[in-house]
């Protein structure tokens, strides 16, 4: 049973547009929600992160809204790039879980120039 | 500051066989997460560390084993190597081991092949 199920699977964007990928989960003890950035070869690195006490959250290009009825969270780049062309994934974890995220499958993102 | 430090990079071993992969945290961190990543299944928790007691732990058989020093590095083993158990290894570091949950900061991952 998937607990966070992402979408798109794949995304092309032009740049200097922007690009959302969405996120939802089932389970309504979930407290923290992460986004991860992931390049060929690489780990995963953190990009942004929100909490469910807050409905939106922005860092630079950025943003996380956050719809708690719904149980869905998504990411917003905005003037998407071609550096920004990478696999992100949106995560899900709980309070006292310590740190067992449960991760969507994922979205390629491909920002034509 | 120096990132989360994955060793080795690479590994090509054969069923059956036993393998050991290494994680140094970022200093100070003291909470250690491991993953697997496949294409298939995704990134998936196996277990995480803090104080070199395991707190958590994923839905995967006996023959994934962990365990965390005194210096807050850990180290993971997976004996009786299956094909399945292809894929790539990450280790992840925290800051605050006792919260609840904080930022997460991945290493490079060990990629592990079995032939």
């Known amino acids: 049973q998937q607990q966070v199920k992402q979408s798109p699977q794949s995304l092309i964007v032009q740049k200097g547009g922007i690009s959302i990928i969405n996120c939802a989960y089932e ?3 979930f407290d923290y929600f ?8 690489k780990g995963p690195a953190l990009l942004i992160a929100i909490r469910p006490d807050v409905s939106e959250k922005k860092e630079g290009r950025f943003t996380i809204s956050f719809n708690k009825s719904a149980k869905q969270f998504s990411l917003h780049i905005m003037d998407s790039q071609p ?8 995560a899900a ?11 969507g499958s994922g979205t390629k993102l491909n920002v034509k120039p | 500051k120096a990132g989360v430090t994955q060793t080795p990079r690479y590994l090509i071993k054969t069923r059956g066989q036993q393998v050991t992969l290494s994680c140094s945290p970022i200093s100070g961190h003291r909470s250690v ?8 299944q995704g990134l998936q928790f196996l277990f995480e560390y803090f104080s070199e007691t395991q707190r958590n732990k994923g839905n995967f058989p006996g023959r994934f084993s962990g365990r965390q020093f ?18 790539l ?12 949950n904080t930022e997460a900061f991945f290493g490079q991952g060990t990629r592990l092949t079995v032939v």
């Open chain 2, 89 to 100: 290894y990450l280790c992840a570091s925290s800051p605050i081991g006792q919260a609840p």
């Open chain 1, 83 to 90: 550096g920004d062309s990478a696999t992100y994934f949106c």
């Open chain 2, 33 to 40: 997460s491991w993953y697997q990543q496949t294409p298939g």
């Open chain 1, 93 to 103: 974890s709980k309070l006292g879980n310590f740190n067992k995220f449960y991760f």
């Open chain 1, 34 to 41: 992460p986004w991860y950035q992931q390049f060929p070869g």
């Open chain 2, 70 to 87: 005194s210096n807050s590095r850990s180290e993971m083993n997976v004996s009786t190597l299956e094909l399945g158990d292809s894929a």
């Open chain 1, 27 to 29: 389970n309504t003890a």
